[in-house]
């Protein structure tokens, strides 16, 4: 273990300056050499590290149980095709309606719920997952198509011009990415992050310390869940064609594992993350049949021998490492 | 006519995910966890009944409808086994971990029953063999057609249910087990081996399960590999509906899913009934989430 | 100790696989098969994937196509659109000939984009959503037939042949139900009959029998259900427990033996289904000697008619590479709908592809399950 750690404090430096352009660098670069299966593979592990950025707000920082992250996705998604197919409006100039309706939705959700215990959360984000995807699958207001989705979406233009090839996609995601850690970093080091750590931490100390709690919470939700409704929109934009797939629960949990085998609460960990979850198992297709079986062995060996996940926030693991030996030393 | 017709459907569904429920709520009494395998251990119970019933099938060449029973006992056993072997492989290293860890373990732990289900019985529907389950049945004075089997199914689930429930109020073991739901450090004190306790509910819980996938699968005749999750998640809502960690909330939870949904599904439509289910839990969860029954869930001083 | 075996382990866990999936190149002549080989789909999959292998092989016993070996490379799409694009790309970059693909049409769609962007020849045996042949893709091709011709017949079946005037029409929700519940619908009014009843039940559901007791209270003369097999065998089944004396027809998704399994040879005398031609029923050496190969090789015969439907579009691609002489898909696509007119495939002759992509000619059949379980071709048609 000791080695593990020595790792992982020595790759802490990253907020050096050095590794931060080497990561831009190495995300630019990347694609060039490749086929465009590997471009999109790319652009899928770009677009799911967003999505688990977002959601690492909710789990990560705030550490409120939200197992139906891809909800907002799909809405996100949805918003942008309807306003493009039904009113003709570009793909770009969607993306801030979708963000907006994902974030409303994501007040409407959480408002009631906030009060919940977390595994009684847990259960409510599941259900209201469904409800979305039940509710797109059955055409609700005649909207969304059924369960065929919806299709015929344009693709984004920039400069008049459609982008079509993969490696397209993957900068104008690459660009969204980037765009996100820089906030997200932001927010981690504002007073707004610091206040989702304490409730995380200890809720009734927090609200004693004067924070409001609630609006903490709300604010965790709705900027989390925003966000995935962008990344909803950079997928139809790619994709032409969307369906209430994504909305499904095992979306979801790709998304939680995303941030918390990766590591809970810190951004590193996001990467990780998706690396283990999205990257990997999609290189690794030669297991088919058993693929379920290897995620859900990997899930469990993963929790068993390090429940903070590969690459946590340091405070995140004190907890939990704190957790246990004040456990274990009272046994 | 309809009405009453609605509800035997849905007294019968109910008493399938009551059955369901019982687990969950056992499980979560005594761990605050929710065992998102749950579901898959209630659909392998399925699948071995069937193995089972058609090894008899072979070494017998014929089967009566008692040749259930042994294979239901061994079906419980087994499927009890695995319950404690999950709780002591991926649930128990991880009692101090936080409360996001045990929730990736537990759905981890579902896909790899899943997952295993489906490689090794194949993708397809599989039947229960014909003529084990008697059929036949008699109408209602209302107009209700209420079938033998259904009888037997919510005979079986209630006396199950009771006999459960007893186990839990009256026994030594049974109470222990509520102590632990209650404390485990104060069980502790007490002098409660709680691993003991808690490898019981494992015991416990996931036997009843895989009883009920059984059960189930002999009343529908077929099923898949999807029977786990769909049951589990109702199940669930079942149990939260009559307040988790509760038994007799469970039966009731269940009950009323069931009722509910047939009720929906006949006279709202039947591709809302789900949704249906589903808001009815949220609604639950805001306004009143102890429950019909249960204990506190709100975290406030 | 314990922690350090995990991490190891998780270690090998995290590595294996993608050792694992490393490929070798070779001078064969690549098609793609894309399926969903896990899933809820992957009972269909799995049959696309041994019946194409078995045409496969028999070629390739014969020394192949343009004297070249033929390698099949399969991709797994789950039933998933996202996989799909996915496993889509894959395909193109391995530089596939053409692809046979996918099941659901969800995954077809998307998929069908790149193909059509990477311009390479795409044969669906069994997406039948008629969006897939409006966009406009010259190489895009379908085996099967289009859901508003089931529909079409299923609205005269029930008109001409049972004489029914108020009929009920239930799907699952499914893309491909729903597309043939409405089509079925609409030709239904058109002609005049009253459609009482159209619902959709869930593809997960198994207990069904509120809806049914829903249905036994509208007095209809038939319920045509559209979703698939399992669900219709339960149907069945539940339907006779509840007492009811319906007169169920059903869609081509429910032409498969285990609905009678499923649903008791008893509960399910008496049911009509709408489809193309049983393996059996269709009187083509072609087909018979498909079958009887299946059996041979796989131990259980080809139960499900998309599955004859995959083996036809590997059929029909060998056909147009071995008559056009040459591997490049605009050649093969214009040989497709240009040339190839009354080829005997395994599903009855092909007679030929419109400007859409859409396979010409309906055949579809009624037929009845008898007191045996077995279907057989219904005395009135349409």
């Known amino acids: 273990m000791t080695s593990f750690e020595g790792l992982l404090t020595r790759l802490r430096k990253v907020d050096s300056l050095y590794w931060q352009i080497g990561f831009v660098l190495v995300t630019i670069l990347l694609p060039l050499p490749l086929g465009d299966y590997h471009r999109t593979v790319l652009w899928r592990t770009g677009i799911y590290a967003i999505l688990g950025l977002s959601l690492n707000i909710i789990v990560g920082y705030s550490g409120l149980f939200q197992l139906g992250h891809a909800a907002f996705y799909a809405l996100g998604a949805y918003t942008s095709a309807l306003l493009n197919l039904h009113f003709g409006i570009p793909l770009l100039l969607t993306l801030p309606a979708s963000v907006i309706v994902a974030a409303f939705f994501g007040y409407l959700v959480s408002r009631p ?95 004693a310390m004067g924070i409001d709690t609630t609006r903490v919470k709300l604010l965790a939700f709705i900027i989390g869940s925003g966000w995935a409704g962008l990344a909803g929109s950079l997928y139809t934009g790619k994709l032409t064609v969307i369906s209430p797939d994504l909305s499904k629960f095992l979306e979801s949990v790709i998304m939680f594992c995303i941030v918390v085998l990766g590591g809970t609460g810190s951004i590193p960990g996001v990467f990780v993350g998706t690396l283990g979850m999205v990257t990997l198992p999609e290189l690794s297709r030669s297991l088919r049949d058993w693929r379920d079986a290897w995620l859900g062995i990997t899930m469990v060996v993963m929790m068993v021998a390090r429940p903070e996940g590969l690459w946590p926030s340091r405070r995140v693991q004190l907890e939990i490492r704190g957790e246990r030996e004040e456990a274990l030393s009272s046994t | 006519m309809q009405f009453t017709q609605q509800m035997i459907n849905g007294i019968t569904i109910g008493a399938f995910y009551s059955l369901v429920a019982l687990g969950y709520t056992m499980v979560y009494g005594v761990l605050k966890l929710i065992n998102f395998a749950h579901g898959d251990l209630f659909m392998w119970g399925a699948y071995l009944g069937l193995t089972g019933l058609n090894i008899l099938l072979i070494l017998l060449t014929q089967l009566s409808g008692w040749a259930i029973l042994p294979v239901v006992v061994i079906v419980m056993i087994t499927v009890a086994l695995v319950g404690v072997l999950v709780e002591r492989v991926a649930y128990r290293p991880l009692r101090t971990a936080g409360r996001l860890a045990p929730v990736i373990s537990a759905l981890g732990v579902a896909f790899i029953l899943e997952s295993l289900a489906r490689n090794i019985y194949g993708a397809s529907w599989k039947t229960y063999p014909n003529g084990l389950t008697p059929s036949g049945g008699f109408t209602l004075p209302g107009g209700g057609r209420v079938s033998t089997m259904q009888v037997v199914v919510v005979v079986v689930s209630f006396l199950l249910m009771g006999a459960l429930y007893l186990f839990v109020q009256r026994t030594r073991i049974g109470t222990a087990m509520r102590a632990v739901s209650l404390n485990h450090d104060v069980s502790r004190l007490m002098g409660i081996d709680v691993n003991r306790i808690i490898a019981i509910v494992f015991l416990i819980g996931p036997g009843l399960g895989g009883v009920a996938g059984m059960i189930v699968a002999l ?49 709202i439509s039947p591709q809302w009934k789900d949704v249906i289910a589903y808001v009815i839990l949220i609604l639950i969860l805001i306004f009143r989430p102890t429950g019909l029954l249960g204990e506190r869930v709100a975290e406030k001083l | ?306 599955w004859m439907m995959a083996a036809e579009a590997f059929n029909v691609i060998s056909y147009a590479i071995e008559q056009a002489e040459s591997t490049d898909s605009e050649v093969l696509a214009k040989f497709l709908r240009e040339e190839m007119k009354d080829f005997p495939g395994l599903t009855g002759p092909v007679l030929g592809w419109d400007e859409k992509g859409d396979r010409l000619g309906t055949i579809h059949l009624a037929y009845v399950i008898n007191e045996n379980g077995e279907f057989v071709v219904n005395p009135q048609q349409p």
């Open chain 1, 113 to 207: 719920i906030l009060h919940l215990r977390g595994d009684y959360l847990c259960i409510v984000t599941i259900a209201f997952g469904e409800v979305v995807r039940l509710a797109l699958v059955n055409n609700i207001f005649g909207l969304t198509g059924g369960a065929n989705g919806l299709s015929g979406i344009d693709r984004p233009s920039l400069f008049g011009q459609a982008l079509r090839a993969p490696i397209y996609h993957y900068y104008l995601m690459l660009i969204f990415l980037l765009i996100t850690i820089v906030c997200v970093r932001r927010l981690e080091n504002s007073r707004l992050g610091r206040a989702w750590m304490y409730v995380r931490e200890d809720e009734t100390a927090a609200e």
């Open chain 2, 219 to 267: 009343y529908y005749g077929s099923f898949d590999f999807t029977l786990g999750w769909v049951f589990g998640l109702k199940a669930f809502i079942a149990a939260i509906l009559g307040g988790i960690g509760n038994i007799p909330g469970a039966m009731i939870g269940g009950m009323l899913l069931g009722i509910i949904e047939a009720q929906a599904a006949g006279n």
């Open chain 3, 1 to 306: 100790m314990l922690k350090k075996l995990a991490l190891l382990f998780l270690v090998i866990v995290l590595v294996m696989p993608v050792l694992a999936g490393c490929k070798k190149e070779a001078g064969t002549i690549k098609i793609g098969l894309e399926g969903p080989m896990t899933g809820d789909y992957a009972y269909e999959g799995k049959g696309f994937e041994k019946a194409v292998n078995l045409l496969v092989e028999q070629v390739n016993e014969k020394g192949g196509l343009l004297d070249r070996e033929v390698e099949l490379v399969i991709e797994d799409d789950a039933g998933d659109p996202t996989q799909a694009a996915l496993v889509a790309q894959r395909l193109v970059d391995a530089k596939v000939v053409a692809v046979i693909g996918a099941y659901n049409s969800t995954a077809t769609e998307p998929a069908s984009e790149i193909y059509d962007e990477a311009g390479i020849l795409h044969v669906t045996p069994s997406s039948t959503a008629t969006r897939l042949t409006e966009k406009g893709f010259k190489r895009f091709f379908r085996v099967c037939f289009l859901d508003d011709r089931q529909g079409l017949f299923a609205a005269k079946f029930m008109k001409d042949a049972l004489g029914a005037q108020k009929v009920g029409i239930m799907h699952d929700n499914s893309t491909y139900a729903q597309g043939l519940a409405e089509h079925t619908k609409r030709y239904a009014e058109e002609m005049g009959l009253n459609v009482a009843f159209y619902d959709a039940i869930n593809p997960d559901d198994t207990d069904f029998t509120p809806v049914l007791t829903n249905i036994g209270a509208v007095g209809l003369d038939v319920i045509y259900f559209t979703g698939y097999h399992a669900q219709g065998g339960l149907l069945l089944k539940q339907s006779a427990d509840l007492g009811q004396a319906l007169t169920w027809a059903m869609g081509n998704a429910c032409n498969n033996p285990e609905l009678v399994q499923i649903a008791g040879v008893e509960n399910a005398a008496g049911t009509y289904v709408t489809t193309e031609p049983l393996p059996k029923d269709v009187d083509y050496p072609e087909a018979r000697q498909f079958v009887s190969d299946f059996e041979a090789k796989y131990g259980e015969s080809p139960d499900s008619v998309w």
